[in-house]
T-cell receptor, first 115, second 114 residues
């Protein structure tokens, strides 16, 4: 069955370190997204990609970067982790929107703690 | 600009009660899509329903029903005869027709007590 996976599921790191969160989908979807979820804020979009070599900034992109070298993967990098980036991170993917406005499928999430 | 408001932060009910989760949206587009997602205590996000702006028919799926009213920009979600397993955070989301991005509300935490 097609799926979307994230690794690691839990990560503890120190302020100033570079951290990369992996996202892999086997749906063959063009679109991939990264969100962070914080209490009181719901889900906020960090970065997104509509295809290979395409990346775009979302609502809260400062301090984060992504790259898309193939269809399946969209790794999220925190260049220099800060305590404010302690959060739960979700990756999602979707087909390119047709007449039905396709839904996004979400990975299981990565809980990141920055000490 | 797009915006989704879920005014109810937390709701607590007793099992078998009916409960309605409110969702109000803002968009200038005539073509848009509305979604509901469920996030149970285990943490994953589960897609529940999608509705496009041209289809105002209400939908029922078992104990779940959705009421879409363009006149009030609302897409409310009702659970009939709630069960403990319905306890979760529920998110309403909006997507403009020309975009692939979702804008989420802040979520409503529903607790169903036995």
């Amino acid at each position: 069955d097609a799926e979307i996976t994230q690794s690691p599921r839990h990560k503890i790191t120190e302020t100033g370190r570079q951290v990369t969160l992996a996202c892999h989908q086997t749906w063959n979807h063009n679109n991939m997204f990264w969100y962070r979820q914080d209490l009181g804020h719901g889900l906020r979009l960090i970065h997104y990609s509509y295809g290979v070599q395409d990346t775009n900034k979302g609502e809260v992109s400062d301090g984060y970067s992504v790259s898309r070298s193939n269809t399946e993967d969209l790794p999220l990098t925190l260049e220099s982790a800060a305590s404010s980036q302690t959060s739960v991170y979700f990756c999602a993917s979707s087909e390119r929107t047709g007449v039905n406005g396709n839904e996004q499928f979400f990975g299981p999430g990565t809980r990141l703690t920055v000490l | 600009a797009q915006k989704v408001t879920q005014a109810q932060t937390e709701i607590s009910v007793v099992e078998k009660e009916d409960v309605t989760l409110d969702c109000v949206y803002e968009t200038r587009d005539t073509t848009y899509y509305l979604f509901w997602y469920k996030q149970p205590p285990s943490g994953e996000l589960v897609f529940l329903i999608r509705r496009n702006s041209f289809d105002e028919q209400n939908e029922i799926s078992g104990r779940y029903s959705w009421n879409f009213q363009k006149s009030t920009s609302s897409f409310n979600f009702t659970i009939t005869a709630s069960q403990v397993v319905d306890s979760a955070v529920y998110f309403c989301a909006l997507k403009q027709g020309g975009s692939e991005k979702l804008v989420f509300g802040k979520g409503t935490k529903l607790t169903v007590n036995p």
